[in-house]
């Protein structure tokens, strides 16, 4: 079949089963059907790459040149960007087929998707569960299949509990691998992108076709990047786990825990030796993390103010009344509760007591990991304490809703890669490994994760 049936059966997908589960805010059909028609013209030409003619989606936090990008956010409503990011304009060149923009949780902030000016996602395995957050509309339209492959965002664990509540794969790359540029930013040292799919083996062709320097991020590194499918098949044998003890403690769900342990020793009969490790500040990586984000967040959110981008309230009186009443109509609820935070950290007078303090657990918990990998290659554990929670569930409770993040935040704090990979399902949820990495080192746990499948 062509590429252009292969397209025009994705949108069809879209159009009867996305009204119920509301993964995607746009639906590019024209676009994705002039695109398809070039990937069919570039294979009768034998022109292609591994991704010609897949049709992906990309999550709204991508600024797409001509293309309405909304970051879930009543603020950017009605904004169209005027140039293309890094990552969406790679994935284009590579010959792709963009299906739309998938939702999210309002500027990437939230665990669940609940969070959005355009509504819930809904988890494809049972529609009363959330599909978990930030990029929870890329997570389920994969799930339900509405598109092969999609791109997320990770700054506190964005791709991976998503891709562990939705039972698919997804890659937070080391800070650095992939450009920011053209991503609307939340926290700028932690946010990272990355590829979510099936499998690990279509997370190696994604992000294989983004990674790499770019000189329009200034923290893009210029370390080269791997051939992600060249080790993809490598044999485990010698391969060395650790398993954070830290993981394994109270609050973790025990069928997850069962099913994570389950998944480990696979790895040993592929060849693998598993030992405990230590990661002590673990439990410091949520106070560090609810410090960081939101400074970071409140400065880089300043930009929205009515002037240059998207909503602007009616009547404006003067500047400042033009600045407060359209950043407390355009902003959500938590939104504006993560910016009070980080205002609040980063006043003088509290600066040394918050933010200060926070950076110095954060280089603890890098250190941690340093020290770890001296002696394993690789490290496991769950990635969220439970599957996906029902919708409503959490929503009153943010302190609940953070805990939620327990096992992912510390390895943006740290700056590491690492993976979701469906690993079983408990009581018909899907239950993800959490696997993570060296710097630098995503073809080894594309290998890792690839050997398991
Ligand atoms: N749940 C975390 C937060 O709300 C992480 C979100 C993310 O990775 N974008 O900040």
Not at 22 to 46: C, M, P
Not at 372 to 379: F, G, K, T
């Amino acid at each position: 079949f062509s590429s252009v049936e292969l397209t025009q059966e994705y949108l069809n997908r879209i159009s009867s089963i996305d009204p119920t589960l509301n993964s995607f805010i746009t639906v590019t059909d024209e676009l994705a059907l002039k695109q398809a028609h070039a990937a069919d013209e570039a294979i009768a030409g034998g022109n292609t790459s591994p991704l010609t003619g897949i049709p992906v989606a990309h999550k709204d936090l991508f600024c797409t040149e001509g293309v309405l990008t909304t970051c879930a956010s009543k603020m950017l409503h009605n904004f169209i960007p005027p140039y293309e990011s890094t990552v969406t304009g790679r994935v284009k060149m590579a010959g792709a087929v963009t299906l739309g923009k998938t939702n999210m949780d309002e500027f990437a902030m939230g665990s669940s998707n609940e969070n959005s000016h355009f509504g819930a996602v809904k988890n494809p395995w049972n529609l009363d569960t959330v599909p978990g957050g930030s990029s929870g509309g890329s997570a389920a339209a994969i799930a339900a299949g509405l598109c092969v492959a999609a791109t997320g965002t990770d700054t506190g664990g964005s791709i991976r509990q998503p891709a562990s509540f939705c039972g698919i794969t997804g890659l937070k790359p080391t800070y650095g691998r992939v450009s920011r540029f053209g991503m609307i930013a939340y926290a700028s040292s932690l946010d990272q992108a990355g590829p979510m799919a099936r499998s690990a083996e279509d997370c190696a062709y994604l992000l294989q076709s983004f990674a790499g320097f770019d000189s329009s991020d200034s923290t893009s590194a210029e370390t080269s990047t791997q051939d992600y499918l060249e080790s993809i098949e490598a044999p485990l044998t010698g391969l060395r786990i650790g398993l954070p003890k830290e993981y394994f403690g109270e609050g973790l769900d025990s069928n997850v825990a069962q099913i994570v342990m389950n998944a480990i020793k696979e790895f040993e009969k592929l060849g693998a030796t598993v030992k405990e490790i230590s990661l002590p500040n673990l439990n410091l990586s949520i106070p560090s993390y609810y410090v960081i984000a939101p400074s970071e967040a409140s400065s880089n959110l300043s930009r929205f103010d009515g002037v240059r981008y998207g909503h602007r309230c009616s009547d404006p009186q003067d500047l400042l009344d033009m600045y407060m009443r359209t950043r407390a109509e355009g902003f959500g609820k938590e939104v504006q509760k993560r910016i009070m935070v980080g205002t609040y950290a980063l006043s003088e007078g509290y600066y040394d007591a918050y933010y200060v303090k926070a950076q110095r657990i954060r280089r603890l918990i890098k250190e941690d990991f340093v020290r770890a990998y001296q002696d394993v290659d690789v490290i496991m554990g769950p990635v969220a304490p439970t599957t996906a929670f029902g919708l409503g569930e959490k929503t009153s409770d943010p302190v609940a809703m953070y805990l939620e993040d327990i096992y992912t935040l510390s390895v943006n704090l740290a700056g590491i890669p690492a993976m979701s990979v469906p690993a079983g399902f408990s009581n018909g949820m899907p239950v993800g490994l959490q696997i993570m990495g060296n710097y630098f080192d995503e073809a080894k746990l594309l290998n890792v994760a690839h050997k398991y499948q």
